[in-house]
């Protein structure tokens, strides 16, 4: 009998430290292949978390970034949270950001500028990048024989307005100069593609065309006193730092009498006296609809050619024309103020 009430209490005891050890809630691994940044809210709808990197803040770059935003918002509502980081105009910062986008597990970075463009590429290959204000995705990116669409993670819209258009331009605004100077920043990939291109086209037009560039905003003002000094007409394309610069470029060229033609609005706005321009803010809306695409329909950015604005306008400066004495076509449009 004593070995049998000892054999049950010993199977009590056994019993009762098996259920210690099994209190408590269970954890279950996530299952494969959820994104933890692309989470169901209650109401079953995902949620989207979108970083964009910008440049620098100019009247260009703010509006391709307002115009994404907008676009973005319009078709995806309070699904996306979007976080605006602006790198002040250091490439080095740009690359921190997106290291900072990387490690949030964002879903998708929009690179607004070409040093944000490269900086996203060399931080990340399995997020969704989409780019704007970027004018030949070949060169920026280093990509021989570019045909039109980057594959990878990568795609988005440029900000090219026909160069050859430019030149057209140019000397129908100028037909009795000689000398062009061909102005931009020596860091910007495709500042260097732009006054390279135009430079071919310019002399097919009989104009003598001369490089000056600088390296940064440091050495922009001598830069550009030195150009004035020698050409009759300035050329300045799509250019970051010529474009956060414009107000040092005018104070030197307009009391020279030295005319600037500018790549896009915002720089003829600020020192220029007539532009083949596109609208940014356009830009940022087509860029805006790639991204819902991609978040909320599974489009595959690999396959998505890169996009170019639909028109292009001629606008004219008209305060500094007057100034200049210059007297524009018809068919331009003033720059509202």
Do not use: W
Request: proline share 3%; net charge negative; charged share 15%.
């Amino acid at each position: 009998m004593k070995k049998i009430l000892a054999l049950l209490l010993t199977l009590v005891m056994v019993s009762g430290l098996v259920a210690c050890g099994n209190s408590g809630s269970e954890t279950a691994a996530p299952e494969s292949g959820t994104s933890e940044s692309s989470a169901s809210s209650e109401g079953g709808d995902a949620s989207y978390t979108v970083g964009i990197c910008q440049l620098v803040q100019h009247e260009a770059l703010d509006a391709a970034t307002q115009g994404f935003i907008d676009a973005l918002k319009e078709e995806l509502g309070d699904q996306v949270t979007i976080d605006i980081q602006n790198a002040q105009g250091d490439s080095n910062t740009c690359s921190t950001i997106i290291n900072s986008f990387v490690s949030n597990k964002v879903d998708l970075i929009l690179a607004n500028a070409t040093p944000a463009l490269q900086a996203a590429t060399a931080g990340t290959s399995d997020i969704p990048i989409l780019g704007t204000s970027v004018t030949e995705y070949g060169v920026a990116l280093g990509i021989d024989n570019f045909n039109g669409t980057v594959g990878g993670n990568v795609s988005g819209t440029s900000d090219l307005a026909p160069l050859d258009g430019q030149a057209d331009m140019l000397q129908e605004l100028f037909p009795e100069a000689k000398t062009v100077g061909l102005l931009y920043c020596s860091a910007e990939a495709n500042s260097q593609y732009q006054v390279d291109t135009i430079k071919g086209f310019l002399e097919e037009r009989g104009y003598t065309c001369e490089y000056y560039s600088f390296s940064d905003s440091n050495d922009l003002s001598s830069v550009v006193t030195n150009a004035a000094g020698s050409v009759d007409v300035i050329y300045v394309p799509t250019d970051n730092t010529a474009a956060s610069n414009a107000e040092i470029i005018n104070n030197i060229c307009l009391p020279a009498g030295v005319p600037v033609v500018a790549g896009e609005e915002g720089i003829c706005a600020g020192c220029g006296v007539a532009t083949l321009s596109i609208s940014y803010y356009d830009i940022g809306i087509t860029t805006g609809r790639m991204a819902a695409k991609i978040l909320a329909e599974g489009a595959d950015i690999s396959t998505m050619p890169i996009e170019y604005a639909p028109q292009f306008v001629k606008k004219y400066n008209a305060a500094n024309c007057e100034a200049l004495n210059i007297t524009v076509p018809d068919d331009y449009e003033a720059i509202e103020e």
